[in-house]
Structure formats: structure tokens, C-alpha cells
């Protein structure tokens, strides 16, 4: 429990809730200078997501693949490897899944587990290629992650128009019930919200992190790396194993947020003309969240909430979509320049050391 | 190092987001219509009937499709005198977004929701099947469900017009079409656009691509960089946001000295890049379709079913402003054409 405490005190959680609230403050100044009334936006924000239950259980479907990249983001900078291509394995977990749920015909105890572990592997090897890139061959990976990005977004289109799209469509055939992962009485509860076990995955994924990390001896050397390669090597580890196994495990969080997608979602694969941006946010998830499970989580539930709320301050306040960038965008900033953001934090931690310990 | 490093990209990643974001974001555009947005708020005894409309990632100032059918609402607005609210929009930024959006309007009440493009077809129905009682309609998309009036245009018979002013005008036989997305309404206008140009003189080389995007500009203005390269003098574009591009490539080249054209879709898009390089547009009436069919709703008269517009309904035609850069007796030509394929005479191929 102390622990608990200890984690919603510490410089790590209060410098993202700074710049948070200083996002948000940004967000309405610009909104002010947009002639738009920022309180009643933010209260139509919110009023979109804990509204109703239809919108609420959407906002917890916006958040589920947002937790996954995140996840996935995050743990590779454990072992300091900046996964940029969480967008490319969610790719390729749709398409996995898609593959499985499409193609074969099994019992559904059997069908939608093995169609997200199909989403899980693919994740991971196209997250492997670019750690063995980096491994064997020194290639940085945020270059190789990022090109892979584009790579997946082609390759999906082409295996779908390839031998899943019939003709005439935009999108794959629907994938057989069997593989559906779509909690059916939850969803009618939510007003026909489209929610799916992906979330409960999601949550399990976000567990599974902390303990391979912290409670395992491969999750130590894997930390090992990330703090300092040169030691840990010295040390007697593997560094470039661990990187591919880093990748690996975190192109696996991201090829099953995408095979929840369409397991759960949609139900088919679409052609898609431009990333499905799951894959960016989830870095700023990450990084918002400091790395940890926890703060993954947490990150993802505050992205999702501000981008399917966005729809709602259109709706409520006459405020354009894009303005939710800007909030977005400057939380981000403010998150990465710490140092402004200690000038607002300094004068509480001062209090705090003075008052406990 | 790592750290700053990282952080850095972090920063910059976020910037390009928020620049990626302004950058598909064409300047407003001097047309009269726009006017009528806020000034016709001043209430009355008019309707109170409530439109929204949902649109593709391409939002409300694409200067395309989406982009005119806003235009239809607004000047459904003025010219009914509706109160501000009563009008719309909300703009889709994924697929996932599709459902959301449009329930947004439906569990609010509206009376009648829209949905802008063929993508969000399969979304729509989901939506429309959920709630019998709620009245939708859709462009470019054919929706089987009692409650949604699907309005789909013949592209091809339009695009042939402009593959008949394309034939006459190249100096050098070779003409291009660039596409957005493989689908069947743009493979409408490639066909009809072709079928024109072979019509009026068979040995004109079409030179064809599909750019994969709607939203590219980028990928417009390579593309149509490299179909000019190959000698292609008139570019026919149906590929929205990413027509931008085709259309800043033309203003290069002109400025060079070069003759080259392109051809608008949509709207008379001479109006957004001038008429220097824009040969003509194969207008595609999706404001008039959503005024008459949001009329039709108010009317009493909304019944759903599939319908489609033609050149005999006036759906498409070449651009009013088009007497600017081409000749006369092309017009006539291009008329001549238009009267055979309104009788009959002529069966574009659509597929």
C-alpha cells in the first residue's frame, strides 16, 4: 500500500499531472484567441464521454489499443530502444488476425484465442526485425521501426486486396463469429458500444509488463540494458539478444491491440489510406506514463478520453476537432521539457520534503 | 546523449503532428456561398427541423466532396432561415469513428444524419439497423435499409465530358488521371474519363494511377510530377485532398513556362486554384443532392430507397466557368456528346 502512495507523490507522477493541467491551459488559451468559450468545451468534453453509456463504453473501446501501444512503446524503452514502429505491428497484428478469423473455421474456445496469438507473434517478429536490425547490424531503430511503419500500412493493403477484399469492397470479408471477441451482453448493457475482451487483455498485458520486468531475472538484464548496455554486457549479458527479445515483446502489446481492433471492432480489415495513428499516440502514451505499467494505463485512459471527447466540444462548444491536438500536443511538450514544468512542481516537492520524511 | 536524443524526437514527432494537421488544411476559399454560415441565424417562424452530417477524414474543407456537401446545408440554413444549431457537422478522424459520430446525431434526435462518402457505407447500415426509427442518408455509397435514401452520382457520364474536352485539347496525345483510392465511384470516373478521350480520338495515350490517398497532397504533386514527365499535358484528378498536390505541380510548371492543365472534380475547383491551370472541373452536385434530399425531409416527402443522378438530372456536368479556357466549338462537341448520352445514344461503361 505505502508503495502505492509513494508512486501518486513521486516527482514521476506529479510532473505529467503538471503538464497535464498546464495542456489544458494551453489548450484553452487557444481556444480563448479562437473566440470559443474553453469551460464550456471542456465541460462538453466531458459531458460526450461519462454522458451516456453508449459514449461511455466507446471511450473505453478508443482506449484499449491505446494502453496496448503504449505498453508496447514503453518496454522497449526499458531495454532504451525507442519503438517508433508500434504503429507497423499493429498493422500487422490486424492483419494476422484478420488471416486467422477470416480463413479458418474452428470452435470459437480455440478460433479467437489462436487469432490473437496470431496478432501477438506477427507483432513481434515485425518488431524483431527491426531489433535484429539494430543487433546485428547496428541500424538505429528508430529509423528502421519507423520505415517498417510504412511498409506494414502497404503490406496490409496489398495482402487484403490480395485474397481477402471481394470485389467491388473496401474492406476484407467479415471474419467467422467464432473469432469475434466482442463481450456481447457487455455491449448491449452500453447501448451497443462496441466493447471486447481486448480491454481485459489490455489490462492483463499491463500486469504481464510489470512482472516480466521487475520480477523476473530476463526482465533485469532487459533493464540492465536499457540503463546502461556497456555494464551490462561487461556484466556477462547478451545485450544484443536482449534487444531483439525487447522488440520482440513489444511489437507482441502491439500486434494484439491491432488483432483485438478487428476481433473485437470492426470485424474485418479495411483498406486503409493512412496509418490508424494508434501506433504514434502510443508513444506519447508512454511517455506521459513515465514508462511504467501503471502510468501506461493511465496515459491511455486520459488520450482516449480527450480524443473521443474531441468529438463532443464540436458538438457542445462549436470547437474544432483539431484543437484537441493542441492540448494534446502541448502535453506532450510539456512532459519532454521537464524543466519548465519542475518550475511549477519544485515549490511542492520543496514543501513535501520539508513536511514527511 | 540517448536521453536528449529522445526527447527531441519526441518534440518533434509532436510538432509534426500538430504542422500534419495544419499542412491538409487548404486556405478558406473565396467563394460567394460560404457567406451564408453564420447569417442565416436569425430564427423565426421557419422549421425547426435539425440536419447533421458526418464526415469522412477528409472534414469540411477539403474542397472536395465533403466540403460541398457542407456547402448544400449551409445554404439549405439561409434559405429556410434555420436557427444556427440546427445544422451539424462532426468531423471523423478514423474509421473507428464512423459509428460514434453518426450515433452522436441519431441518439440526439436529429431528423435527418448524413453520412459524406462510400467508406462509411457498412458503418451507416450498422448504425440505421440499430435505430429503425432514425432517418440517414448517404453519398456515394448504396445502404439497403428502409430508413437511409442512398444518393449516388454517374460519375462516368461527367468524366466522359471531361475526357472529351481532355482529347481535344492535348498537344502532345497524352493525357493522365490520377486517382485516390481503387474503389467503384473513382473507378467510375477513370472509366468514364477514358471512354471520353477514345471516343473523340483513340490514338490519345490515358496514363493512369492510383495514388492510394485522398488526403496526400504530397503524394498528388509527385505523381502528377512524374505523369507531366512522361509527356501528359491535361491531368483529370478525382483524388480530393491529394488533387492539392496535381494542382501545385501545374503551378510550377506553368510558372516555368510549361503548357500544361488539369482538369478539377468535385467542385469547379478553377475557383480554389485559378484559372491559369484549370482547364475545367466535372462538377459533382453533392450540395444540390443533400439540399434536395434534406429539402425532401422537410417537405415530408423523405423516402428512402437508392438513387442516382446522372447528366439527365444534372448530378455531374463540366464546370459553368469552364467557356474560360476552353474553346467554343470543344464546348459544342462536349454538348453534342452530353445530348446522345442523355438519350441513350451513348452507354458510358461504369465498371
Same mark, same amino acid.
Given at each position: 500500500?505505502?508503495?502505492?502512495?509513494?508512486?501518486?507523490?513521486?516527482?514521476?507522477?506529479?510532473?505529467?499531472?503538471?503538464?497535464?493541467?498546464?495542456?489544458?491551459?494551453?489548450?484553452?488559451?487557444?481556444?480563448?484567441?479562437?473566440?470559443? /468559450?474553453?469551460?464550456?468545451?471542456?465541460?462538453?468534453?466531458?459531458?460526450?464521454?461519462?454522458?451516456?453509456?453508449?459514449?461511455?463504453?466507446?471511450?473505453?473501446?478508443?482506449?484499449?489499443?491505446?494502453?496496448?501501444?503504449?505498453?508496447?512503446?514503453?518496454?522497449?524503452?526499458?531495454?532504451?530502444?525507442?519503438?517508433?514502429?508500434?504503429?507497423?505491428?499493429?498493422?500487422?497484428?490486424?492483419?494476422?488476425?484478420?488471416?486467422?478469423?477470416?480463413?479458418?473455421?474452428?470452435?470459437?474456445?480455440?478460433?479467437?484465442?489462436?487469432?490473437?496469438?496470431?496478432?501477438?507473434?506477427?507483432?513481434?517478429?515485425?518488431?524483431?526485425?527491426?531489433?535484429?536490425?539494430?543487433?546485428?547490424?547496428?541500424?538505429?531503430?528508430?529509423?528502421?521501426?519507423?520505415?517498417?511503419?510504412?511498409?506494414?500500412?502497404?503490406?496490409? /493493403?496489398?495482402?487484403?486486396?490480395?485474397?481477402?477484399?471481394?470485389?467491388?469492397?473496401?474492406?476484407?470479408?467479415?471474419?467467422?463469429?467464432?473469432?469475434?471477441?466482442?463481450?456481447?451482453?457487455?455491449?448491449?448493457?452500453?447501448?451497443?458500444?462496441?466493447?471486447?475482451?481486448?480491454?481485459?487483455?489490455?489490462?492483463?498485458?499491463?500486469?504481464?509488463?510489470?512482472?516480466?520486468?521487475?520480477?523476473?531475472?530476463?526482465?533485469?538484464?532487459?533493464?540492465?540494458?536499457?540503463?546502461?548496455?556497456?555494464?551490462?554486457?561487461?556484466?556477462?549479458?547478451?545485450?544484443?539478444?536482449?534487444?531483439?527479445?525487447?522488440?520482440?515483446?513489444?511489437?507482441?502489446?502491439?500486434?494484439?491491440?491491432?488483432?483485438?481492433?478487428?476481433?473485437?471492432?470492426?470485424?474485418?480489415?479495411?483498406?486503409?489510406?493512412?496509418?490508424?495513428?494508434?501506433?504514434?499516440?502510443?508513444?506519447?502514451?508512454?511517455?506521459?506514463?513515465?514508462?511504467?505499467?501503471?502510468?501506461?494505463?493511465?496515459?491511455?485512459?486520459?488520450?482516449?478520453?480527450?480524443?473521443?471527447?474531441?468529438?463532443?466540444?464540436?458538438?457542445?462548444?462549436?470547437?474544432?476537432?483539431?484543437?484537441?491536438?493542441?492540448?494534446?500536443?502541448?502535453?506532450?511538450?510539456?512532459?519532454?521539457?521537464?524543466?519548465?514544468?519542475?518550475?511549477?512542481?519544485?515549490?511542492?516537492?520543496?514543501?513535501?520534503?520539508?513536511?514527511?520524511? | 546523449?540517448?536521453?536528449?536524443?529522445?526527447?527531441?524526437?519526441?518534440?518533434?514527432?509532436?510538432?509534426? *503532428?500538430?504542422?500534419?494537421?495544419? &499542412?491538409?488544411?487548404?486556405?478558406?476559399?473565396?467563394?460567394?456561398?460560404?457567406?451564408?454560415?453564420?447569417? &442565416?441565424?436569425?430564427?423565426?417562424?421557419?422549421?425547426?427541423?435539425?440536419?447533421?452530417?458526418?464526415?469522412? $477524414?477528409?472534414?469540411?474543407?477539403?474542397?472536395?466532396?465533403?466540403?460541398?456537401?457542407?456547402?448544400?446545408?449551409?445554404?439549405?440554413?439561409?434559405?429556410?432561415?434555420?436557427?444556427?444549431?440546427?445544422?451539424?457537422?462532426?468531423?471523423?478522424?478514423?474509421?473507428?469513428?464512423?459509428?460514434?459520430? *453518426?450515433?452522436?446525431? @441519431?441518439?440526439?434526435?436529429?431528423?435527418?444524419?448524413?453520412?459524406?462518402?462510400?467508406?462509411?457505407?457498412?458503418?451507416?447500415?450498422?448504425?440505421?439497423?440499430?435505430?429503425?426509427?432514425?432517418?440517414?442518408?448517404?453519398?456515394?455509397?448504396? $445502404?439497403?435499409?428502409?430508413? @437511409?435514401?442512398?444518393?449516388?452520382?454517374?460519375?462516368?457520364?461527367?468524366?466522359?465530358?471531361?475526357?472529351?474536352?481532355?482529347?481535344?485539347?492535348?498537344?502532345?496525345?497524352?493525357?493522365?488521371?490520377?486517382?485516390?483510392? %481503387?474503389?467503384?465511384?473513382?473507378?467510375?470516373?477513370?472509366?468514364?474519363?477514358?471512354?471520353? @478521350?477514345?471516343?473523340?480520338?483513340?490514338?490519345?495515350?490515358? *496514363?493512369?494511377?492510383?495514388?492510394?490517398?485522398?488526403?496526400?497532397?504530397?503524394?498528388?504533386?509527385?505523381?502528377?510530377?512524374?505523369?507531366?514527365?512522361?509527356?501528359?499535358?491535361?491531368?483529370?484528378?478525382?483524388?480530393?485532398?491529394?488533387?492539392?498536390?496535381?494542382?501545385?505541380?501545374?503551378?510550377?510548371?506553368?510558372?516555368?513556362? %510549361?503548357?500544361?492543365?488539369?482538369?478539377?472534380?468535385?467542385?469547379?475547383?478553377?475557383?480554389?486554384?485559378?484559372?491559369?491551370?484549370? *482547364?475545367?472541373?466535372?462538377?459533382?452536385?453533392?450540395?444540390?443532392?443533400?439540399?434536395?434530399?434534406?429539402?425532401?425531409?422537410?417537405?415530408?416527402?423523405?423516402? &428512402?430507397?437508392?438513387?442516382?443522378?446522372?447528366?439527365?438530372?444534372?448530378?455531374?456536368?463540366?464546370?459553368?466557368?469552364?467557356?474560360?479556357?476552353?474553346?467554343?466549338?470543344?464546348?459544342?462537341?462536349?454538348?453534342?456528346?452530353?445530348?446522345?448520352? @442523355?438519350?441513350?445514344?451513348?452507354?458510358?461503361?461504369?465498371?
Amino acid at each position: 500500500m505505502n508503495r502505492v502512495i509513494a508512486v501518486f507523490t513521486k516527482e514521476s507522477f506529479l510532473v505529467p499531472l503538471v503538464a497535464i493541467i498546464l495542456g489544458l491551459l494551453t489548450g484553452a488559451i487557444a481556444m480563448l484567441a479562437g473566440g470559443f /468559450n474553453p469551460i464550456k468545451a471542456y465541460m462538453s468534453l466531458l459531458e460526450k464521454v461519462f454522458g451516456n453509456a453508449y459514449n461511455f463504453g466507446e471511450t473505453i473501446r478508443q482506449i484499449t489499443p491505446l494502453i496496448f501501444t503504449g505498453l508496447s512503446v514503453a518496454f522497449a524503452f526499458r531495454t532504451g530502444l525507442f519503438n517508433i514502429g508500434a504503429e507497423g505491428q499493429f498493422i500487422v497484428g490486424m492483419i494476422a488476425s484478420t488471416a486467422v478469423g477470416v480463413s479458418l473455421d474452428l470452435p470459437a474456445y480455440i478460433h479467437a484465442p489462436l487469432a490473437i496469438i496470431a496478432g501477438a507473434v506477427a507483432g513481434g517478429l515485425w518488431g524483431s526485425i527491426a531489433g535484429y536490425l539494430k543487433a546485428a547490424r547496428g541500424v538505429n531503430e528508430v529509423i528502421t521501426s519507423i520505415m517498417l511503419n510504412w511498409v506494414a500500412l502497404y503490406l496490409a /493493403n496489398w495482402v487484403m486486396n490480395a485474397f481477402f477484399v471481394p470485389s467491388g469492397q473496401q474492406r476484407s470479408e467479415m471474419i467467422h463469429d467464432s473469432a469475434i471477441i466482442t463481450i456481447g451482453w457487455l455491449s448491449t448493457m452500453f447501448d451497443s458500444a462496441r466493447l471486447h475482451w481486448g480491454t481485459l487483455i489490455a489490462v492483463l498485458a499491463a500486469i504481464f509488463f510489470y512482472v516480466i520486468l521487475w520480477k523476473t531475472k530476463s526482465g533485469y538484464e532487459l533493464r540492465a540494458v536499457g540503463l546502461n548496455p556497456h555494464a551490462s554486457e561487461y556484466a556477462g549479458m547478451n545485450v544484443n539478444r536482449n534487444v531483439v527479445k525487447a522488440m520482440f515483446i513489444g511489437g507482441m502489446f502491439a500486434g494484439i491491440g491491432g488483432a483485438c481492433e478487428i476481433l473485437g471492432v470492426f470485424h474485418y480489415q479495411a483498406i486503409m489510406t493512412a496509418q490508424p495513428g494508434y501506433g504514434f499516440d502510443g508513444i506519447a502514451v508512454a511517455l506521459i506514463g513515465g514508462n511504467t505499467p501503471l502510468g501506461v494505463v493511465l496515459g491511455a485512459i486520459l488520450f482516449g478520453i480527450l480524443t473521443f471527447g474531441a468529438a463532443g466540444m464540436k458538438f457542445g462548444a462549436g470547437v474544432p476537432v483539431e484543437l484537441i491536438r493542441v492540448v494534446i500536443a502541448s502535453v506532450i511538450f510539456f512532459v519532454a521539457a521537464h524543466g519548465i514544468v519542475k518550475i511549477f512542481v519544485k515549490p511542492i516537492m520543496k514543501k513535501k520534503k520539508e513536511g514527511g520524511n | 546523449m540517448k536521453k536528449v536524443l529522445s526527447v527531441l524526437s519526441v518534440t518533434a514527432l509532436s510538432l509534426s *503532428l500538430v504542422l500534419a494537421g495544419c &499542412g491538409s488544411k487548404p486556405e478558406a476559399q473565396p467563394q460567394g456561398q460560404a457567406g451564408g454560415a453564420t447569417g &442565416g441565424a436569425a430564427g423565426g417562424a421557419a422549421p425547426t427541423v435539425k440536419i447533421g452530417m458526418v464526415t469522412d $477524414v477528409g472534414g469540411v474543407n477539403d474542397n472536395s466532396f465533403n466540403q460541398s456537401a457542407w456547402e448544400g446545408l449551409q445554404k439549405l440554413q439561409t434559405d429556410l432561415n434555420l436557427p444556427k444549431d440546427n445544422i451539424n457537422y462532426l468531423q471523423s478522424t478514423s474509421d473507428a469513428d464512423y459509428v460514434p459520430n *453518426l450515433t452522436q446525431f @441519431v441518439k440526439d434526435k436529429w431528423d435527418l444524419t448524413w453520412g459524406i462518402g462510400f467508406l462509411m457505407g457498412d458503418h451507416l447500415k450498422k448504425v440505421a439497423d440499430e435505430n429503425k426509427d432514425a432517418k440517414l442518408a448517404i453519398i456515394d455509397a448504396e $445502404v439497403d435499409a428502409p430508413n @437511409v435514401e442512398s444518393v449516388l452520382f454517374k460519375e462516368h457520364e461527367g468524366s466522359f465530358l471531361a475526357g472529351v474536352v481532355a482529347a481535344k485539347m492535348t498537344k502532345t496525345k497524352t493525357v493522365g488521371f490520377v486517382g485516390g483510392v %481503387e474503389i467503384p465511384v473513382i473507378k467510375r470516373f477513370e472509366l468514364g474519363f477514358e471512354a471520353g @478521350v477514345k471516343a473523340v480520338d483513340p490514338s490519345v495515350k490515358v *496514363l493512369k494511377v492510383y495514388t492510394g490517398a485522398f488526403d496526400k497532397p504530397d503524394l498528388g504533386k509527385s505523381t502528377a510530377s512524374q505523369m507531366y514527365g512522361q509527356g501528359a499535358d491535361i491531368i483529370f484528378h478525382a483524388s480530393g485532398g491529394t488533387g492539392d498536390g496535381v494542382f501545385n505541380e501545374a503551378k510550377d510548371r506553368k510558372a516555368k513556362g %510549361e503548357n500544361v492543365w488539369v482538369i478539377g472534380v468535385d467542385k469547379d475547383q478553377s475557383l480554389t486554384f485559378g484559372d491559369e491551370v484549370t *482547364l475545367t472541373s466535372m462538377v459533382k452536385r453533392v450540395d444540390e443532392a443533400v439540399y434536395r434530399v434534406s429539402k425532401d425531409l422537410i417537405d415530408g416527402k423523405f423516402q &428512402g430507397g437508392i438513387k442516382w443522378l446522372g447528366l439527365a438530372e444534372d448530378g455531374v456536368g463540366l464546370a459553368s466557368t469552364s467557356n474560360k479556357n476552353v474553346p467554343e466549338d470543344v464546348l459544342k462537341l462536349v454538348d453534342e456528346y452530353k445530348q446522345k448520352i @442523355v438519350k441513350g445514344e451513348i452507354t458510358v461503361p461504369e465498371k
